[in-house]
């Protein structure tokens, strides 16, 4: 039976579904998908995941009918979609305003092209605004948006059509790490509150993480040409928690899955497993903090002057005339390096933290890098990659292509820059900007 007979629920299907692109100057074709078969239901959240190359952005631009398939066919309400899917809208990961128009004239745009009036189109852009958290934007102008807040237009944008399907092409990818993970909290939260405007949501993402705490299927991509190799069950109770033990053994069995494109992918995964219990994930894929050292010092001798190492965040925050969200990185780095801990809205000093505060420049840089190697994992694989070379020097392109697979390219460049600095004040290695090399000290 073809998928386009079977049961009501599902809202969108696609059925031997291949794509390929002539070559510029070529007689030759180049084949991006082969022979996709996928199924979107009503109550669901599905990730689409695969590395760069694996056709996904293609896939759901073919979904949405803003590119036709070269063989097969893509079902919306089970009848075959001829031109644009009237049915979904697209959040994308470039923020994509008209700089002319305010936030509601921007938020209004697909409502006007279909003809509502004028009074409808703002009684529901002023909900979608409303549910987006920008209530008293309404008449500002893109350039006076931060980037977190240009991507929450941009879901305004769509939440307002009401789709049946949203979909997300890596839509918090352009954004620092922590705006990208309040935002995507939020989209979260909205999903199961039942509060979500749409019936299902298709997310393309690069992210394990991002994808396992989002979803309840994840189908896995292979490249050239783009396939399916299969798909995973998130078996989590919503929300998907990451301190749920089965939390991280979803995203290791999934990270080993991306990295050996030979293995088999099962929809259940066996979370007991001793196997995905004891496998390592990429030092690569936790991100540091922006924070350079010199803010990380400043911040923790600043604490150190409080009663008992101990201060209110939010009252830090207004002493030093900041937001607290300015604050966040840099009480992030000293947390995860194990010089601070947050507590209730307090910021507390570590016994570690008071000895780095009080320390002389040289201890501090022992400190520091004795924190550095314990709890930073990128750190220390910097560290030893540079330990296996002969001549103890390793081009920088090489730790940017590792970083690569989890960032986009301007994330990578400030992970990277973060990394230099923190490792260059512990003394483990330094850095050459002209040559573009690290090194160990002793190699220079």
């Keep these: 039976m073809a998928i386009a007979q079977q049961i009501d629920s599902i809202l969108i299907a696609v059925e031997q579904v291949s794509k390929t692109f002539s070559l510029p100057e070529s007689k030759s074709e180049f084949t991006v998908l082969r022979n996709i078969n996928l199924t979107i239901k009503a ?53 994509a305003l008209l700089p002319w128009l305010t936030v509601l004239e921007n938020v209004e745009v697909g409502l006007q092209a279909r003809g509502v009036s004028r009074k409808e189109r703002q009684e529901r852009s002023f909900q979608a605004i409303n549910l987006v958290g920008l209530d008293g934007f309404e008449n500002a102008y893109p350039k006076e948006l931060s980037g977190g807040m240009k991507q929450r237009v941009g879901f305004a944008r769509a939440f307002v059509i009401e789709p049946k399907v949203l979909f997300m092409d890596e839509p918090f990818s352009a954004l620092d790490v922590l705006t990208a993970e309040n935002l995507r909290g939020e989209i979260d939260d909205l999903w199961n509150a039942n509060l979500f405007p749409s019936k299902s949501i298709l997310i393309v993402t690069h992210n394990i993480e991002e994808a396992v705490q989002l979803a309840d299927r994840v189908i896995i991509l292979g490249a050239k040409p783009g396939h399916i190799r299969g798909e995973v069950t998130i078996n989590l109770p919503r929300p998907h928690q990451r301190t749920h033990p089965r939390f991280k053994a979803l995203v290791d069995y999934i990270y080993t899955v991306m990295t050996n494109p030979d293995v088999e992918v099962t929809g259940e995964v066996d979370t007991t497993n001793s196997i995905f219990k004891n496998q390592t994930r990429s030092p690569y894929a936790q991100p540091l903090p922006h924070a350079r050292v010199g803010g990380i010092s400043g911040l923790v001798e600043l604490i150190l002057e409080q009663p008992h190492g101990r201060d209110d965040i939010s009252r830090l925050a207004e002493r030093l005339q900041l937001n607290v969200d300015d604050l966040l990185p840099i009480l992030d780095a000293a947390e995860l390096l194990g010089f601070a801990e947050v507590v209730q809205g307090d910021i507390q000093l570590t016994e570690i933290g008071r000895d780095f ?59 990277f820059a973060t990394a230099v600095d923190w490792g260059r004040y512990a003394k483990l290695f330094e850095y050459d900007a002209r040559e573009e090399l690290l090194y160990l000290p002793d190699a220079s």
């Design 357 to 415: 505060a009080t320390a002389t420049i040289l201890w501090s840089k022992e400190l520091f890098q004795q924190q550095a190697i314990a709890n930073v994992p990128m750190i220390v694989s910097i560290v030893k990659t540079l330990q296996e070379k002969q001549n103890k020097t390793m081009s920088a392109d090489f730790f940017l292509d590792f970083l690569d697979e989890y960032y986009p390219r301007e994330e990578t460049e400030r992970q």
């Design 43 to 95: 109550g669901e959240v599905v990730a689409l995941l695969g590395r760069s190359g694996s056709g996904k952005s293609t896939l759901l631009r073919i979904m949405a009918g803003l590119i036709p398939p070269s063989e097969g066919c893509v079902f919306s309400s089970g009848k075959p979609l001829r031109g644009s899917n009237q049915e979904v809208a697209m959040v994308f990961q470039s923020f």
